[in-house]
């Protein structure tokens, strides 16, 4: 290949990662440094073991529980309810629900307790655990798996059993001949991935609250 097609190849490469939304620091005295931001990482889509086969009557209203972290570490707690936070606002935003409060200060113990706290102000009760935490900050690699149950606020029946995971990692270093690629993490690379799998998960407990059932609709509803 000649020197010419070469450097337009070069030049068709660069302008192809700038529009991919990276960041490019440096002179071209030296390789210029090409920064990706990294992208939460789920292996599998949510894991559902329990749901409803029909949605219900009308859309129903949720108060969410901080999730209990199973994991032992100080202020463990104190670090559940922020994470939980993170997926009660993205399931706000998401609107799984025409109104969901949050139980600020709870634990999840389980459906009877959440019952009894929920005393007939809203149709379910949504809680869980944090099955597994690995903080990695800005640097590190940071893991999240998550357990999640909805229940009838009345009756007690399990309504949603789920489960799903992700992670963030810093890839290594990367030297190429017209630059050197370097991963980028967020600050709070926890509250990401809590947001991504609050997102997977939203989705289709959203579709049924909402009458949009993901299956037939030959069984009758758990709510009618």
């Known amino acids: 290949m000649s020197a010419r097609p070469a450097l337009l190849v070069s030049a068709c490469l660069l302008a192809a990662l700038l529009l991919g939304g ?4 440096g002179d071209f005295a030296n390789p210029p440094v090409l920064h990706v931001d990294e992208m939460v990482t789920r292996a599998w889509q949510p894991e559902i073991y329990v749901e409803p086969q029909n949605p219900p009557m009308r859309p129903l209203r949720a108060v969410f529980f ?29 609107r799984v629900f025409p109104g969901l409060a949050f139980a600020q ?14 005393d007939g102000s809203a149709d379910l009760v949504v ?4 099955t597994h935490v690995m903080f990695g900050g800005s640097s590190g690699t940071t893991q999240v798996s998550v357990r999640l149950e909805i229940y009838d606020a009345a009756a007690g029946t399990l309504l949603w059993s789920m489960a799903h995971a992700g992670e963030m990692r810093n890839a290594q ?6 630059l050197t690629k370097k991963s980028r993490l967020p600050a709070e690379p926890v509250q990401a991935i809590m947001t991504a799998l609050a997102e997977d998960m939203a989705a289709p407990v959203a579709a ?4 949009q059932p993901e299956q037939g609709e ?3 509803s758990a709510l009618e």
């Not at 990276?22 to 620091?25: I, P, R, S």
């Not at 972290?69 to 935003?93: C, D, I, K, P, Y």
């Open 66 to 94: 901080p999730l209990r972290l199973r994991v032992q570490m100080a202020n463990g707690q104190a670090h559940a309810e922020e994470m939980s936070r993170v997926f009660w606002q993205t399931w706000l935003r998401e």
């Open 173 to 178: 270093t990367r030297d190429f001949i017209l």
């Open 208 to 211: 049924w609250n909402n009458g």
């Open 105 to 118: 200060g709870e634990t999840w113990r389980g459906p009877q307790q959440a019952m009894l706290l929920a």
């Open 22 to 25: 990276c960041a490019l620091e």
């Open 218 to 220: 030959d069984a009758p």
């Open 127 to 130: 809680g869980g655990e944090i």
